[in-house]
């Protein structure tokens, strides 16, 4: 019973520290909204008969994954392994953290990738419109020459503005479905110029360049960020090796340490402080701009 107390506050103790996290970031979040210069909206009213049906995002996260793998590991290591509860709870942790870490990856990956295809999708409509394309025609040879997951979102664009949509809420509808700030620089370069008019080519052409560096810092802060990954990854890495020269001094007095309440929970009680470091490291190393 007391054991089970105890793991139960492990797992209260780590509950509280994710979820001042997440308060963190969100503050920080709101903070941003707040800061950004005002934007006149049009009124709901006149919105709501212009707006596009919506469509599939371009991401799709579940935040409740973690939570669910997390639980399911501890579940199954507590009911059917049968080891201590503390060990259960660490390794739903880890479990948890694993899959939020990886989804965070996938997503950046991703969100890279249709950033640099749409720098090159501008490359290709700015050449279009500068030997005397039409702007559509020049979306649909950037279009022809995408893959995805660029081109389904451009083509969600020309076919609803074929369709007889307004262009104007279309782009406000790409900006929805990929909500990244080189694509709501991209809508607004095309809502300006379906408003007032004027030449496309330049103006594509400074958002493309914009873009490539956006691109290029991205690349850098991730490599200047490697040293101090690298750092955390060496000291765990340590930590873990110390404590196998200390089994293998003495195999039974460790074994003997980790099967008792105050060995398992301290031992189960670092690891997922290791697990939350990380996670934070992590968290403070991405670019948010």
């Not at 994954?65 to 060990?87: E, K, M, Q």
């Not at 509808?173 to 990929?178: A, E, K």
């Given at each position: 019973?007391?054991?089970?107390?105890?793991?139960?506050?492990?797992?209260?103790?780590?509950?509280?520290?994710?979820?001042?996290?997440?308060?963190?970031?969100?503050?920080?979040?709101?903070?941003?909204?707040?800061?950004?210069?005002?934007?006149?909206?049009?009124?709901?009213?006149?919105?709501?008969?212009?707006?596009?049906?919506?469509?599939?995002?371009f991401l799709t996260r579940h935040p409740w994954a973690p939570w669910v793998a997390g639980a399911i590991v501890t579940a199954s290591i507590d009911l059917i392994i049968g080891l201590r509860l503390s060990y259960a709870l660490m390794f739903g942790v880890i479990a948890g953290l694993l899959v939020h870490e990886v989804?965070?990856?996938?997503?950046?990956?991703?969100?890279?990738?249709?950033?640099?295809?749409?720098?090159?999708?501008?490359?290709?409509?700015?050449?279009?419109?500068?030997?005397?394309?039409?702007?559509?025609?020049?979306?649909e040879a950037a279009i022809d020459e995408s893959r995805a997951p660029l081109r389904p979102q451009l083509e969600e664009v020309l076919g609803r503005i074929r369709y007889g949509d307004d262009p104007s809420a279309v782009y406000r509808g790409l900006t929805g479905r990929v909500p990244l700030e080189t694509f709501r620089l991209f809508a607004a370069a095309l809502t300006v110029h379906h408003e007032t008019g004027g030449s496309l080519a330049p103006t594509l052409s400074t958002v493309g360049r914009i873009i490539r560096d956006r691109i290029e810092l991205t690349r850098r802060i991730r490599s200047l960020t490697v040293q101090s990954r690298a750092s955390t990854v060496a000291v765990l890495g340590t930590t873990y090796f110390i404590g196998l020269v200390m089994w293998r001094t003495d195999p039974p007095r460790m074994e003997e340490f980790l099967s008792t309440t105050i060995g398992s929970t301290m031992l189960s009680g670092a690891v997922i402080l290791q697990g939350i470091g990380i996670f934070w490291t992590s968290w403070l190393s991405r670019l948010k701009y």
């Amino acid at each position: 019973m007391r054991e089970r107390l105890v793991g139960l506050l492990v797992l209260v103790l780590a509950f509280i520290a994710v979820f001042r996290l997440w308060m963190i970031a969100r503050t920080r979040r709101v903070s941003r909204e707040r800061l950004r210069p005002d934007v006149e909206e049009p009124e709901p009213d006149e919105r709501a008969g212009d707006e596009p049906p919506p469509a599939r995002p371009f991401l799709t996260r579940h935040p409740w994954a973690p939570w669910v793998a997390g639980a399911i590991v501890t579940a199954s290591i507590d009911l059917i392994i049968g080891l201590r509860l503390s060990y259960a709870l660490m390794f739903g942790v880890i479990a948890g953290l694993l899959v939020h870490e990886v989804a965070e990856y996938l997503a950046i990956r991703k969100s890279l990738l249709i950033e640099r295809q749409l720098a090159d999708a501008i490359d290709l409509m700015v050449a279009s419109l500068r030997a005397g394309a039409g702007m559509f025609n020049s979306l649909e040879a950037a279009i022809d020459e995408s893959r995805a997951p660029l081109r389904p979102q451009l083509e969600e664009v020309l076919g609803r503005i074929r369709y007889g949509d307004d262009p104007s809420a279309v782009y406000r509808g790409l900006t929805g479905r990929v909500p990244l700030e080189t694509f709501r620089l991209f809508a607004a370069a095309l809502t300006v110029h379906h408003e007032t008019g004027g030449s496309l080519a330049p103006t594509l052409s400074t958002v493309g360049r914009i873009i490539r560096d956006r691109i290029e810092l991205t690349r850098r802060i991730r490599s200047l960020t490697v040293q101090s990954r690298a750092s955390t990854v060496a000291v765990l890495g340590t930590t873990y090796f110390i404590g196998l020269v200390m089994w293998r001094t003495d195999p039974p007095r460790m074994e003997e340490f980790l099967s008792t309440t105050i060995g398992s929970t301290m031992l189960s009680g670092a690891v997922i402080l290791q697990g939350i470091g990380i996670f934070w490291t992590s968290w403070l190393s991405r670019l948010k701009y």
